[in-house]
């Protein structure tokens, strides 16, 4: 069935540091992928998404490219905030059996240091 | 436009105790999703309506939950005789028609059974 692999966390940096977290999938379908955000005691907020092959989704200096032939959806920043602290989520929706479905990654912790 | 609506966001109950969880979706979404999240761990799939009909359940769920969606607007979540394990964010999101869409998502339920 359809999964979403991201990389373990937690993820330790300085303030203006390169963050790149990365994602990889499996789909049956031709899927949608997202970024999602959840900030501590909110819930889960969309940071960007992309639809098709080499689409660029960005979103807040976050940018992740759709990438079909590795399967890959990884988020990168170029200068962190002590602000972007928080948990990132890569998904997709995929319609299985006529059925939209979300599927999560297990999340990475991002802590940003001043 | 009110995002996602969850009700209550924090419920505390004895073991063996039923509980109901509301979600109210953005107006016009015709989708409607219930996951589950526990610490560490992205949400996981439980249910998932199309207007009023119950379209898929995930094996997470067992006999003892129960989702409607009467009207096609609200929808509640049921967990009868409630376990220890049951203890978990209760995540609701809704979406519209159509593909390539994001999820919008409530601030959720945090149950805990004691």
């Known amino acids: 069935g359809d999964s979403v692999t991201q990389m373990e966390g937690p993820v330790t940096l300085s303030e203006e540091a390169f963050l790149t977290i990365n994602c990889t999938y499996t789909?049956?379908?031709?899927?949608?992928l997202f970024w999602y955000v959840q900030y501590p005691g909110e819930g889960l907020q969309l940071l960007l998404k992309?639809?098709?092959?080499?689409d660029k989704g960005s979103n807040k200096g976050f940018e992740a490219t759709y990438r079909k032939e590795t399967t890959s959806f990884h988020l990168e920043k170029g200068s962190v905030q002590v602000s972007d602290s928080a948990v990132y989520f890569c998904a997709l929706s995929d319609r299985v059996s006529g059925t939209y479905k979300y599927i999560f990654g297990t999340g990475t912790r991002l802590k940003v240091l001043a | 436009d009110t995002g996602v609506s969850q009700d209550p966001r924090h419920k505390i109950t004895k073991r063996g105790q039923n509980v109901t969880f509301r979600c109210d979706p953005i107006s016009e979404h015709n989708r409607l999703y219930w996951y589950r999240q526990t610490l560490g761990q992205g949400p996981e799939f439980l249910t998932y309506f199309q207007n009023e009909a119950q379209l898929e359940k995930s094996r997470l769920l067992s006999d003892r939950f129960s989702a409607e969606r009467p009207k096609g607007s609200f929808s509640t979540l049921e967990i009868q005789r409630t376990e220890q394990g049951d203890s978990a964010m209760y995540l609701c999101?809704?979406?519209?028609?159509?593909?390539?869409?994001?999820?919008?998502f409530g601030q959720g339920t945090r149950l805990t059974v004691v």
């Open positions: 789909a049956t379908g031709y899927p949608s």
């Open positions: 999101a809704s979406t519209r028609q159509g593909e390539n869409t994001e999820a919008f």
């Open positions: 992309a639809t098709k092959a080499d």
